[in-house]
Structure formats: structure tokens, C-alpha cells
């Protein structure tokens, strides 16, 4: 039986296979003819439909992700620059500092000692939550529809290329759709190819559910919800904040529950500086 080549759900699963490699190979020199035949599709036009489903080139998403892993190389390990230059495909440490700050606004050593990480541990602001926008308010449950996720938290960008490139093939991407992040372990206590995460979207009754997208829900109840600007990165910080700082200073006890993240825009047409994030923790309620 031939395959339907036509079928719009069939350039996504194939598209899917094309993004999936690029996150397993960021290391590498990616060459678009071995994409083309990662997507069993034509070297001459596939790129042009990846381009018209996800909204940037490949090398966009190449150069996009390469500069994410080295923002959180800077936060998060003590590497030297020039590794994290050559790490990102850069051959010198002027073309990665050139790179790094169009990108993120300054270069690479500023940022790293000056990032939007540095504000949540600066001693000088401690006990100071005033700073920063804590909500506590009441959430209703939320069915969603999920993509599993298994690895680097850092990486669930795969799982949501994976779910909107499902929901754009099957024409059930609407104006105003929410993006969830549940992050169900603590990666301070599990390790990180076995952290367990879900990319998603809230739904309502009338939405069709079929594999490989997966029902999953968020409890309602009482949450403390940290509205955060910047790269993702930079986010470990601000969870080190939430639960050292805020949670203890408010007088609060976090509920048996995920933390999980509403994404406010799209990280694919948005500066990684201007990207909005809210965090929420669910929060234990006196009994009644």
C-alpha cells in the first residue's frame, strides 16, 4: 500500500523525525541533505515545509537551540567560554561573544555574571519578595493534551515541537491555545536522562484527543504563581528562589503536587530576554 505522501499529519510525524535528530546531534555539523533523509522527504523543498509548520528555518532552530544550551552552560556549569563557543559551533570566541549578545542582549562573561540568574541570589535582595511578582491565586483543574518527556528538562522543547507540529497537522491549533510545562521530578533528586516532564496544552470537552498526544490534568486548587522574564536558562535560579526564599519567608507549605509552567509567548519569534514565564506552585490548604 502507498503511502499517503500528501497527508499533513504524515509531514509532521516525518518533521518530527528531523527535530528529534537535531537535539541528539546539536554537537555535530548538521548537513540538510542527511535531514532531508531523516525526513524521507525531497532535499530540494523539505525545509520549506518545515519553515511553513514551525515558523523559522532550520538553521534558526539550529543556531536558536545551540545559544539556549550555551546560556545554560554559563548559569549552570563553570566551563570555560572557549568550550562553550566550540560546544555551540562557533570556531572562535569573538564569533560566539557576537552570536551570544544579539541574542541575549550582552556578551557571554557579562552574562554570566550578570544574567537575569544573578538577580535571585544577589544577597544584597534577600527577603526583599517585593521584587518579584509572587500571586497566590485559586486555580480550577485543567485537562490538558501532553506529550511525554523523558531527559533534560532543558530539552522539552523537543516534546513541544512534537506536540504542535501534531496539532498544526491536524488543524486543531486555535488562537489564545495555553502552553503547559509539568515537570513531574525533582532534578535535585533525580538524574537528569530520567527526569520526567510533559509538553502540553489545556483543552476543553470538545477537543479530540488521539495518540500520540496523551490526556493528562492539573488539580485546582491554591498556587502561588511567580511571573518570570527572561531565558529559560536562567529559570533554575528562580525555582532555588521560590522554594528557599519565598515559600519559606511567606510562611506557606508547598502541596504534594508538580510544579508546572504556562508559557506566555513563543520562544521561536521571541527574544530569549523578552520571554515570559509563570511558575506555579501548588500550596497546602488548612483543613476546613
Known sequence: MLENFGSRTNYAKRLARVTAYIYEHLDEDIDLAVLAEVAALSPWHWHRIYHALYGETVAATVRRLRLQRASGDLVNTTMIVEQIARRAGYETVPAFSRAFRAAYGMPPVRYREQGGHARFSDPTHEGDSAMF???????????????????????????????????????????????????????????????????????????????????AVIH???????????????MRAAYNWLFGEWLVRAGHEADDAPAFEEYLNNPRDTPPTELRTDIHLKLREAPR
Request: charged share 20%; hydrophobic share 40%; no cysteine.
Open 133 to 215: 511578582s509572587v500571586e497566590i491565586r485559586r486555580l480550577p483543574e485543567l485537562s490538558l493534551a501532553a506529550i511525554n518527556h523523558i531527559g533534560p528538562y532543558m530539552e522539552i522543547g523537543r516534546a513541544f515541537d512534537q506536540l504542535y507540529g501534531t496539532l498544526a497537522a491536524r488543524g486543531q491549533i486555535t488562537p489564545g491555545m495555553r502552553s503547559i510545562g509539568v515537570y513531574l521530578d525533582d532534578p535535585s533528586a533525580v538524574a537528569e536522562d530520567r527526569l520526567r516532564a510533559q509538553a502540553a496544552i489545556v483543552i476543553d470537552d470538545g477537543f479530540t484527543l488521539a495518540p500520540p498526544l496523551e490526556p
Open 220 to 234: 485546582g486548587g491554591i498556587y502561588a504563581v511567580l511571573s518570570y522574564k527572561g531565558p529559560y536558562s536562567d
